[in-house]
């Protein structure tokens, strides 16, 4: 299996990080976010911005917590017509160094919200940018709606009370 480099990479060495943690401030320059928006299937992204926090939670253990906000180009359904929506999330995945961890994971951890995914460490590295690629992804709207955009079906007027109004108007002889 052939392995791509990201289009937003930004590696982090956990061994790295400080024991009172790490902040990254991230923003996708021209070229990266033009890749983005390819393997999103997007006309365009004008903005991507990551504000990452990266603290050790125990030996094995490490939260990768971030707020990005995009500001991506979408082709609205209703009118076909490509228009900018900005998009924001949060997320929050702990990492672990432990082989099995799916075990350790599903017992009552103190250490682990509800809301935080839990992923394999491999290599002792973080990709925060391709962590944000990723969730970006997850966060754009698969039905953009541009603002003010209604859909207008020729075939129903809208004198039409309900889909039964036309039989009314037939006659029976």
Partial sequence: MNKTTPEFSYIVDVRQIPGAGLTL???ADET???ALADRFGLPGINAFFVHARLKKINKDRI????????DVEQICVVSLEKFVQRVQDHFSVVF????DSSVRLNEIDLDINEEDDVEF?????IDI???????????????P????AVFH?????ETQKNAFSVLEKLKFK
């Avoid at 672990?96 to 082989?99: A, M, R």
């Avoid at 709606?145 to 003010?148: E, L, M, S, Y």
């Avoid at 079906?153 to 007027?157: I, Q, R, V």
């Fill in 63 to 70: 939260r990768a917590e971030a707020d990005l906000t995009a």
């Fill in 96 to 99: 672990s160094h432990e082989k």
């Fill in 153 to 157: 079906s020729e075939s129903a007027p």
């Fill in 145 to 148: 709606h541009a603002p003010g």
């Fill in 25 to 27: 401030d991230l923003q």
């Fill in 121 to 125: 460490l491999e290599n002792a590295k």
């Fill in 32 to 34: 990266q976010r033009k």
């Fill in 129 to 143: 940018g391709e962590l944000s690629a990723e969730y970006l992804s997850l966060a754009l709207d698969p039905f």
